[in-house]
């Protein structure tokens, strides 16, 4: 059974970085898309990135576009994503999902998630 634990989260200032990881254990993400989500306090949980299980197809929320780069090194069975010029806007908690997706691109839903790590933005 696969297993997301994601890691990197923190407090920073506008402005600052921070790069998250999803590290998977239990089954190998070779053929699994992901996905990074994230919900903040009374909103909905909205989608923010997602890789392709090969790393050729990328996709990114408005939002977040020229600030975040998601990567995935499968040797490592890990997903990061990279975020730069944070704003409070982007405090919130973030998931990493997986889903078995052979195909270039990613799915529309994810089966498998991880628990979370909280990101907040504050001068």
């Known amino acids: 059974q696969l297993q997301l634990v994601e890691s990197g989260g923190g407090m920073v200032q506008p402005g600052g970085s921070l790069r998250l990881s999803c590290a998977a254990s239990?089954?190998?993400?070779?053929?699994?898309?992901i996905g990074w989500f994230r919900q903040a306090p009374g909103k909905e949980r909205e989608g923010v990135s997602c890789i392709s299980r090969t790393g050729g197809s990328t996709n990114y929320a408005d939002s977040v576009k020229d600030r975040f780069t998601i990567s995935r090194d499968n040797a490592k069975n890990t997903v990061y994503l990279q975020m730069n010029n944070l704003k409070p806007e982007d405090t919130a908690v973030y998931y990493c999902a997986a889903d078995w997706f052979p195909t270039r691109g990613c799915p529309v839903d994810f089966s498998s998630w991880g628990q979370g790590t909280q990101v907040t933005v504050s001068s």
């Open positions: 239990g089954l190998t993400l070779n053929y699994y898309a």
